[in-house]
């Protein structure tokens, strides 16, 4: 059932490649999910976010300091190794300052077409941050046109939202499932679908998830066990597959998430409005908020807890990326709340890989405790 989605994600350069060679068009590499790739999809840009691949490095240490988080530096180092040698430029939107390093590393040290550094606000609170996001949307669509040598019109930017929704919808109907008890895909199966969602073209990706949903529709289900004890993953950013799959190799199931590699991405859409660039502009205010955009209230708890009670969850495995400031400063209130309605929590600290036999001990105590509660 997932097999295009598993391979697309251990082949993702060779699919960017193909796509280029197929279509003709240019490939821009992304740091963070602030990205707006409505505007990328209206100047046919394919958007391919910058991931690691969770092998250590030895490049990264001359250009960005060790105290770094171990995700940035890892994305850093595939571009210093000529991974992402196809790509025409390069972008970030504003969110963490580790990235940021990264990116700014990555224009010094990696030669490359077209860059852009995109400002976007920290305070996602403010009412002047629609108005603000909007102004520099204006602006980085005239760079983009400059750029190809065309004008992205109303009917572009229309057809690059319409993409974005659809293949975000289709997501949502794919999670849905996962709220059912045995839900039809594991945990891993469905991060290979969000994995991919950032990489591949979203025409695409969407067909496949259409197929994928009339297969589920029609009774198919994963061949992994979807009956363990019910959990959610949260925190910095995640897409350690092995890290997922080893969990519920001990008899846990991943149900659902608060990461930017799963729902922090997707969950909502642009919603209609008078102008297109503002429309898409409120949707990246309104998301989610990843912690260095969350205050001066604090929205991400109520919609975490939210979350965890739609999808059932019995407990939370909280993950922090060594020295990432954001989500170390947010995880203490989270954990406080998450324990305060009954929802028991594991942290654990990532590295570039992470000690999976260290990790399998402590996950296997974890979910002993969560047992043990139900017996009582
Ligand atoms: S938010 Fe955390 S995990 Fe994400 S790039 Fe910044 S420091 Fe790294």
Same mark, same amino acid.
Request: glycine residues 6%.
């Given at each position: 059932?997932?097999?295009?989605?598993?391979?697309?994600?251990?082949?993702?350069?060779?699919?960017?490649?193909?796509?280029?060679?197929?279509?003709?068009? #240019?490939?821009?590499?992304?740091?963070?999910? $602030?990205?707006?790739?409505?505007?990328?999809?209206?100047?046919?840009?394919?958007?391919?976010?910058?991931?690691?691949?969770?092998?250590?490095?030895?490049?990264?240490?001359?250009?960005?300091?060790?105290?770094?988080?171990?995700?940035?530096?890892?994305?850093?180092?595939?571009?210093?190794?000529?991974?992402?040698?196809?790509?025409?430029?390069?972008?970030?939107?504003?969110?963490?300052?580790?990235?940021?390093?990264?990116?700014?590393?990555?224009?010094?040290?990696?030669? !490359?077409?077209?860059?852009?550094?995109?400002?976007?606000?920290?305070?996602?609170?403010?009412?002047?941050?629609?108005?603000?996001?909007?102004?520099?949307?204006?602006?980085?669509?005239?760079? /983009?046109?400059?750029?190809?040598?065309?004008?992205?019109?109303?009917?572009?930017?229309?057809?690059?939202?319409? !993409?974005?929704?659809?293949?975000?919808?289709?997501?949502?109907?794919? $999670?849905?499932?996962?709220?059912?008890?045995?839900?039809?895909?594991?945990?891993?199966?469905?991060?290979?679908?969000?994995?991919?969602?950032?990489?591949?073209? #979203?025409?695409?990706?969407?067909?496949?998830?259409?197929?994928?949903?009339?297969?589920?529709?029609?009774?198919?289900?994963?061949?992994?066990?979807?009956?363990?004890?019910?959990?959610?993953?949260?925190?910095?950013?995640?897409?350690?597959?092995?890290?997922?799959?080893?969990?519920?190799?001990?008899?846990?199931?991943?149900?659902?998430?608060?990461?930017?590699?799963?729902?922090?991405?997707?969950?909502?859409? /642009?919603?209609?409005?008078?102008?297109? !660039?503002?429309?898409?502009?409120?949707?990246?205010?309104?998301?989610?908020?990843?912690?260095?955009?969350?205050?001066?209230?604090?929205?991400?708890?109520?919609?975490?807890?939210?979350?965890?009670?739609?999808?059932?969850?019995?407990?939370?495995?909280?993950?922090?990326?060594?020295?990432?400031?954001?989500?170390?400063?947010?995880?203490?209130?989270? !954990?406080?709340?998450?324990?305060?309605?009954?929802?028991?929590?594991?942290?654990?600290?990532?590295?570039?890989?992470?000690?999976?036999?260290?990790?399998?001990?402590?996950?296997?105590?974890?979910?002993?405790?969560?047992?043990?509660?139900?017996?009582?």
């Amino acid at each position: 059932m997932i097999t295009q989605f598993r391979d697309w994600d251990l082949n993702r350069h060779a699919y960017a490649k193909e796509w280029k060679e197929r279509t003709g068009g #240019k490939v821009m590499g992304y740091f963070c999910t $602030y990205v707006p790739e409505e505007i990328l999809y209206a100047a046919n840009i394919l958007p391919v976010r910058i991931l690691g691949s969770h092998e250590q490095n030895d490049v990264t240490e001359p250009h960005i300091f060790g105290m770094f988080c171990p995700f940035c530096r890892d994305c850093l180092a595939q571009g210093l190794k000529g991974r992402y040698d196809y790509l025409d430029g390069i972008m970030i939107a504003q969110s963490c300052l580790h990235i940021r390093q990264a990116y700014t590393s990555w224009t010094k040290h990696i030669p !490359i077409d077209f860059q852009y550094y995109l400002p976007m606000p920290n305070n996602v609170q403010s009412p002047h941050a629609t108005p603000y996001l909007t102004a520099e949307y204006i602006q980085f669509k005239e760079a /983009v046109e400059k750029w190809i040598g065309k004008e992205i019109t109303p009917d572009d930017l229309q057809r690059g939202i319409d !993409i974005m929704n659809e293949n975000r919808s289709l997501i949502h109907e794919i $999670y849905n499932y996962k709220k059912m008890d045995n839900p039809p895909l594991s945990g891993e199966e469905s991060m290979e679908v969000a994995i991919t969602q950032q990489m591949v073209d #979203k025409r695409e990706h969407s067909v496949a998830m259409r197929k994928l949903l009339d297969e589920i529709a029609a009774g198919g289900k994963s061949t992994k066990n979807t009956s363990g004890t019910r959990l959610m993953i949260l925190g910095s950013e995640n897409d350690d597959i092995p890290f997922v799959r080893m969990v519920e190799s001990v008899n846990g199931t991943v149900v659902t998430d608060d990461h930017c590699i799963g729902t922090r991405y997707f969950w909502n859409n /642009v919603e209609p409005g008078e102008d297109l !660039i503002t429309s898409i502009a409120q949707r990246y205010i309104d998301r989610p908020a990843c912690p260095s955009k969350d205050w001066i209230e604090r929205t991400r708890i109520p919609h975490i807890l939210s979350i965890a009670k739609e999808f059932g969850v019995k407990g939370a495995i909280v993950i922090q990326q060594k020295f990432c400031d954001p989500h170390e400063l947010d995880i203490p209130a989270i !954990i406080k709340s998450l324990n305060a309605n009954d929802i028991k929590t594991l942290f654990l600290e990532f590295d570039v890989t992470v000690p999976l036999g260290q990790f399998k001990i402590r996950v296997e105590a974890f979910l002993e405790m969560l047992q043990e509660d139900d017996l009582f």
